[in-house]
């Protein structure tokens, strides 16, 4: 026996803005769980929290951007979490995906951690660095390169992770002659 089923187009519409109302409630629920903080090159401070831009910050509570990325990245670790720059040249610290990893970063964004400029890649760099010891130089496209231990990469994106309004100079990465195909 044949039996065909009907749903009134009023009942179905009520269905799916229920499904839209649960998904929204659940994104919205999710995001209050994200946190924003601060990183400013020029005015910044590693001992501060991170949790407000130089102008909102109170010294007397250690609240206020940090100076370098990698100390950010310490606090903005979960997915969600947004990290905002101040202009200027970041070129301190480093550090590396994991532990094994010989290649240095400047910056290691983790995974879902959005990391944006205030103002825009005209005024806010991420400066890699040369390696200790040159193992491979030359040009590519007019640009020069050195690889070698020591070397700085700019950044290393996790999965999920963005980069936003950056300029990225000076990268540089290290080099093993064993793994070479050359």
């Keep these: 026996e044949n039996i065909i089923k009907f749903e009134h187009p009023i009942k179905k519409q009520e269905n799916i803005m229920k499904r839209l109302l649960v998904l929204v409630l659940t994104c919205v629920g999710l995001s209050a769980y994200a946190d924003t903080y601060y990183v400013d090159a020029n005015r910044g401070n ?22 370098q990325l990698v100390e950010v990245m310490k606090l903005a670790m979960k997915s969600g979490d947004v990290v905002y720059a101040a202009p200027g ?22 995974a879902g951690v959005r990391l944006e400029s205030t103002e825009g890649a005209e005024k806010t760099f991420i400066e890699g ?20 231990p020591g070397a700085v990469r700019c950044v290393y994106l996790s999965e999920h992770s963005s980069v936003r309004g950056f300029t990225l100079r000076g990268g540089r990465t290290n080099y093993d002659a064993s793994k070479s195909t050359a």
Excluded: M, Q
């Design 46 to 67: 590693d001992s501060w929290d991170g949790t407000a831009d130089y102008e909102h910050r109170d010294e007397s509570k250690d609240i206020g951007p940090r100076k």
């Design 89 to 110: 040249t970041y070129a301190e610290g480093t550090a590396k995906r994991f532990d094994s990893d010989a290649t240095l970063n400047r910056v290691v964004i983790p």
């Design 129 to 148: 660095g040369d390696p200790d010891e040159t193992l491979v130089s030359g040009t590519f496209f007019n640009i020069p390169y050195a690889l070698g």
